[in-house]
């Protein structure tokens, strides 16, 4: 397997993968979706609410916003010892604040101070004079596959790497290529048509269907066994760190496979 990154920061990622197939792939892709672990507001006691939002709605607000996440110091709730919540599976957060003001997701004070929402700027509720919103938030950690909130990647896919194959011996109008190409990948040099960024090729196959009239001078295609892979967080983990762990989780998988056949022999 070869892998060349192509862009990487704390929420974004992008490289291309060879030597590797549909369902290895597809497989790093689910697991990143809906099998790496996030913290999220997963319950809120709610003291007083005058403002103009029911309880419910609050709560499911509260519970989208993005937190980040400290895989090291927390476990599942599942795996805790305690009956209900501790400082081992969840985390607290308190909301006290009064109007006239709009409530943004800086407002909630966490009893972790490594644990506090992603960004600072997400509006929760608006308040007018007098009204007053007192609550206690709950987080823990959970599953994608168990509600989206938990979702680790806002975006995770793939596509396979383009390959695209001109003869410009045949073209008779390179400036009408470019002009219907979508996504401004074909350029002219020396009079030729040529491909200036082949990994921005959507592969929609414009441009084969106008070389239809030049004798098919174009043909699409993709390259086997080779894949564009993207992935974007909400900012709760690393892009690199979330497919560390589905790698982890994929190898620890395959072992259980292994295991498991063993004893049956």
């Known amino acids: 397997m070869n892998i060349e990154i192509r ?4 929420e974004r990622a992008v490289f291309v993968v060879e030597g ?3 369902t290895f792939i597809n497989t790093i892709r689910r697991i990143c979706l809906v099998e790496i672990p996030t913290l999220a507001i ?18 499911h607000r509260l519970g989208l916003i993005p937190l980040v996440t400290d895989l090291e110091s927390y476990v599942m709730p599942s795996d805790c010892d305690c009956e209900s919540h501790c400082s081992n599976c969840s985390v607290s957060f308190l909301l006290k604040e ?7 997701s800086k407002d909630l004070k966490s009893d972790d101070p490594a644990i ?3 960004y600072d700027t997400i509006p929760i509720v608006r308040l007018q004079e007098g009204e007053e919103v007192e609550l206690e938030a709950i987080a823990e950690l959970g599953l994608g596959s168990e509600h989206a909130k938990w979702q680790a990647t806002t ?3 793939y596509k396979y790497y383009p390959k695209v194959e001109i003869d410009n011996e045949k073209i008779t109008d390179v400036e009408e290529y470019v002009e219907e190409c979508p996504r401004k990948v074909l350029q002219i040099e020396d009079d030729s048509l040529v491909i200036t960024d082949v990994e921005k090729c959507s592969t929609c196959r414009t441009c084969q269907r106008l070389s239809e009239k030049d004798d098919d001078a174009i043909v699409v295609d993709f ?3 080779k894949y564009i892979f993207k992935i974007e967080t909400d900012g ?3 892009p690199i760190e979330v497919l560390t762990m589905a790698c982890d989780i994929l190898s620890e998988k395959a072992d259980n496979i292994i295991n498991f056949v063993n004893e049956e022999e």
Not at 42 to 54: Q, R
């Open 7 to 10: 862009e990487q920061d704390d």
């Open 20 to 22: 590797v197939d549909d």
């Open 42 to 59: 997963e319950d809120v006691n709610i003291y007083k609410n005058d403002a103009k939002m029911f309880d419910e709605v609050l709560a």
């Open 98 to 104: 009064k109007g006239p003001k709009i409530v943004y």
């Open 116 to 118: 506090k929402p992603v």
């Open 155 to 157: 975006t995770c896919g």
């Open 223 to 225: 390259e086997t066994g």
């Open 236 to 238: 709760s983990l690393k």
